[in-house]
């Protein structure tokens, strides 16, 4: 038997087993993994899709008018020597930058699709496009978690920073297969074909926005229930034992690594574990990883995206993991170089709390407003770049 098929055996069985536990745990434990829905929906309608959809259906207007196209040549000679990648590609990891988890991914999926970029630019592009939001990382985790807006402005600026180095790293990825990985036939109306008009536009970007919100959603349904049973059964308590062992001369308590393998599934519940596990440095660095690393449960929100696209999952899933140890190790020297008090927020008295108590009204006022910002700057410096 060749290696391919006892690693294909090994990964049925695995999933045959997942599907059993989880099966079992939802008869076991009906009423917490009901609870645990619960907070998982509480958590899409309060944060996610106020947040999420206005920036998805920016980006598909942004596409579909060709605006991404326009700012693409504007900015083609320095993204190309940065990150080597087209300039249109730009468009994926600014609003990626400013919308959060997965605006990016889905932003670089859909500009694949649509014949902008080849296989290559955009696997180097999945691997730094995608990026946790301003709002998540200096309202909730600095100011509500941590109860402190510098550390909420040292790890953003750790995430941004570790996100361009990624970039920069990743431009050497596939050298010599651009000319190979010829980019896959246009979904968008071709030349020959008469444009869509801009109410038709609209409608398709809300409509297709609203699809993919849906099923970010359902990741983060399941994987929050998902958590939960593996607490219950004592899987997570067992591995948190097992880290705080191997990590003893750092002394760390057991709570701690409980909430740190929490985050490596799903990162809000993580974050919001770890601010309350306790404070100080180690605390704010293991937030910067979980942050950067985002959890399976993003990475699968992307990997939805991905479905069918031929892109390979590797260089995205690599670009996260390195992206997780640069910004914790860069927050640790930030901490270091310009030492705060970092003191957990007094007023979080569940996981999820400071996250299922900020207003969804807000959250999707600022993030149309944020919306509305893009647009203008885009437009000034297209504007500036026509009359040079």
Not at 147 to 175: K, Q
Not at 303 to 323: A, Q
Not at 336 to 360: E, H, M, N
Request: net charge positive.
């Amino acid at each position: 038997m060749t290696t391919t098929a006892i690693r294909s055996r090994l990964m049925r069985i695995l999933f045959c087993l997942s599907v059993v536990f989880f099966g079992y745990g939802l008869l076991a434990y009906t009423r917490e993994t009901s609870a645990a829905a619960l907070d998982g929906l509480s958590l899409c309608a309060r944060v996610l899709i106020p947040s999420l959809f206005p920036f998805m259906v920016v980006s598909s207007l942004a596409l579909g008018s060709g605006l991404g196209g326009r700012v693409g040549q504007v900015l083609d000679k320095p993204v190309r020597r940065l990150f080597n990648v087209p300039g249109v590609c730009a468009t994926a990891f600014l609003l990626g930058l400013i919308g959060g988890y997965p605006v990016g991914a889905y932003n670089a999926v859909m500009l694949y699709r649509s014949g902008a970029c080849t296989r290559t630019q955009a696997e180097r592009l999945l691997a730094f496009c995608n990026n946790c939001g301003p709002a998540f990382i200096l309202g909730v985790v600095g100011a509500s978690l941590f109860g402190c807006t510098a550390a909420g402005v040292l790890l953003y600026g750790a995430h941004i920073l570790s996100s361009l180095i990624i970039g920069v790293i990743f431009r050497f990825y596939g050298r010599g297969r651009e000319d190979s990985s010829a980019a896959v036939l246009p979904q968008n109306p071709t030349p020959d074909t008469p444009k869509l008009s801009y109410a038709a536009l609209f409608t398709r970007s809300v409509k297709s926005s609203a699809q993919s919100v849906i099923n970010v959603c359902a990741y983060v349904v399941f994987f929050t229930v998902a958590v939960r049973l593996l607490h219950l059964t004592g899987i997570i308590p067992t591995l948190a034992r097992v880290l705080t062992s191997a990590l003893r001369p750092l002394d760390l308590p057991a709570l701690f690594s409980e909430k740190l393998i929490s985050g490596i599934f799903e990162m809000s519940g993580g974050v919001s574990g770890i601010a309350q596990a306790g404070q100080g440095l180690p605390n704010i660095t293991a937030a910067a990883f979980m942050l950067g690393w985002a959890g399976l449960s993003v990475h699968f929100q992307v990997l939805d995206f991905m479905c069918d696209s031929g892109l390979r999952p590797r260089p995205y899933i690599v670009g996260k993991l390195l992206h997780g140890g640069l910004s914790a190790i860069l927050t640790y020297l930030g901490a270091r170089a310009l030492p705060f008090d970092v003191q957990a927020s007094k007023t979080v008295s569940g996981q999820l709390s400071a996250i299922y108590g900020c207003s969804g009204i807000r959250l999707f006022a600022c993030a149309l407003v944020c919306c509305v910002a893009v647009w203008a700057v885009l437009w000034l410096v297209l504007r500036i770049f026509a009359r040079k």
